[in-house]
């Protein structure tokens, strides 16, 4: 039990075109849904928390207008990048946090994002 | 604010070595859990142990072992035994026991295992 699963897991686009990235909890309801991006060999960051029918809260210097992310029940939370450029280029990763006492977050399998 | 230090980039060993893989972290929470993850070349996560701050019980899975060290903001992390399988990148982590919780990762240790 407890899969995350992120769709696509490979993408590649244009500079100036807009990327959706799903996050599913395919066997819980995720209370909360993390986005973190990690950068080639460095550590993942956190960009934003997301609350089902709520507002996602954005961690200081993440563009919000840029990282659109929709929670809109509690098993999908999309990231969309907006007018990527080439410096958007990362892997992106979801977690979502199952329903608990515990801090229970399980880690999709991360997009790999490209931009050209 | 909370802080994780891997201060080990990268480490090799030859197999069968054991290996210890440190962690120090800080917060001002009194109670938070702390995690070790491990990111194989695919770049999916894998869920290695999750550790709450009242407990300070090392623990032993099989050839993994986690030292908790509360007076020295520690977390390490052991493979004894090692195998190539091993190789990856760990990442330790800490977050908060209540409120968001979000996680704040180390900077991640790159672990090669030479056969």
């Known amino acids: 039990g407890a899969v995350v699963s992120q769709h696509p897991s490979r993408v590649i686009c244009k500079s100036g075109t807009s990327v959706k990235i799903e996050c599913r909890s395919l066997d819980f309801q995720a209370t909360t849904m993390f986005w973190y991006r990690q950068f080639p060999k460095q550590s993942l960051m956190l960009m934003a928390t997301?609350?089902?029918?709520?507002?996602?809260?954005?961690e200081q210097g993440v563009e919000k207008d840029k990282f659109l992310i929709n929670h809109a029940s509690l098993t999908l939370s999309t990231l969309t990048v907006t007018s990527a450029h080439p410096e958007d280029s990362s892997f992106y990763i979801c977690s979502a946090r199952r329903g608990g006492a515990v801090n229970e977050q399980f880690f999709g399998p991360g997009t790999r994002l490209t931009v050209l | 604010a909370q802080k994780v230090t891997q201060a080990q980039t990268e480490i090799s060993v030859v197999e069968k070595e054991d290996v210890t893989l440190d962690c120090v972290y800080e917060t001002r929470d009194t109670t938070y859990y702390l995690f070790w993850y491990k990111q194989p070349p695919s770049g999916e996560l894998v869920f290695l142990i999750r550790r709450n701050s009242f407990d300070e019980q090392n623990e032993i899975s099989g050839r993994y072992s986690w030292n908790f060290q509360k007076s020295t903001s520690s977390f390490n992390f052991t493979i004894t035994a090692s195998q190539v399988v091993d190789s990856a990148v760990y990442f330790c982590?800490?977050?908060?026991?209540?409120?968001?919780?979000?996680?704040?990762f180390g900077t991640g240790t790159r672990l090669t295992i030479i056969p």
């Open positions: 997301s609350n089902e029918g709520s507002k996602a809260t954005y």
């Open positions: 982590a800490l977050s908060e026991a209540f409120g968001n919780e979000k996680l704040t």
